[in-house]
T-cell receptor
Framework: ETGVTQTPRHLVMGMTNKKSLKCEQH?????MYWYKQSAKKPLELMFV???????ENNSVPSRFSPECPNSSHLFLHLHTLQPEDSALYLC??????????FGSGTRLTVV | GIQVEQSPPDLILQEGANSTLRCNFS?????LQWFHQNPWGQLINLFY???GTKQNGRLSATTVATERYSLLYISSSQTTDSGVYFC???????????FGKGTLLTVNP
């Protein structure tokens, strides 16, 4: 499915770097989400935005900062990350009655 | 919160075999989805199935919401079916998808 686009696909960053992940949806859904998938762990919900308003912050450290400027775009700003933050970060868009559609993910490595 | 349990955790098949994956959930849900995660990490939506039965080619799914379970059937499996299959449910009034731990399927040629 190509309704949700994530960039970049891969990212390597140092612990002192600042980078951003981008997600764009073309489905017209009301809600967008960030999920984290670490090796051998279940998918973890990080943030939920409904109609551009953050409605869920699942106890995520402040070194992860989401931004939702409009209903089609979602960013995840990263700064001073730790090696244990290395994971696959997945964006999804969803609407009532339509289910969730996921992007291809950004595989992040923190060195 | 809602608990989602998937079984079996791992499954190894020979090409051409059939299989059934199960998803149990602990509370009433608004909706349920089955996903396939490919080796590159992408989650592909297979079925959006809050209740009833759906079929798509060699795959079909059945959800019995009153008994809090869903089944995913894979017939005539192919090596490209390998990967992790996730069941995920919505509960309550928030748009919040809760995932099971997945079933790792390996189809050998």
């Amino acid at each position: 499915e190509t309704g949700v686009t994530q960039t970049p696909r891969h990212l390597v960053m140092g612990m002192t770097n600042k980078k951003s992940l981008k997600c764009e949806q073309h489905l017209g859904h009301n809600a967008m989400y960030w999920y984290k998938q670490s090796a051998k762990k279940p998918l973890e919900l990080m943030f939920v935005y409904n109609f551009k308003e953050q409605t869920e912050n699942n106890s995520v450290p402040s070194r992860f900062s989401p931004e939702c400027p409009n209903s089609s775009h979602l960013f995840l700003h990263l700064h001073t990350l730790q090696p244990e933050d290395s994971a696959l970060y997945l964006c999804a868009a969803g609407g009532h009655g339509y289910g969730y559609t996921f992007g291809s993910g950004t595989r992040l490595t923190v060195v | 919160g809602i608990q989602v349990e998937q079984s079996p955790p791992d499954l190894i098949l020979q090409e051409g075999a059939n299989s059934t994956l199960r998803c149990n959930f602990s509370d009433s849900v608004n909706n349920l989805q089955w996903f396939h995660q490919n080796p590159w990490g992408q989650l592909i939506n297979l079925f959006y199935i809050p209740s009833g039965t759906k079929q798509n080619g060699r795959l079909s799914a059945t959800t019995v919401a009153t008994e809090r379970y869903s089944l995913l059937y894979i017939s005539s499996s192919q090596t490209t079916d390998s990967g992790v299959y996730f069941c995920a449910v919505y509960g309550g009034s928030n748009y919040k998808l809760t995932f099971g731990k997945g079933t790792l399927l390996t189809v050998n040629p």
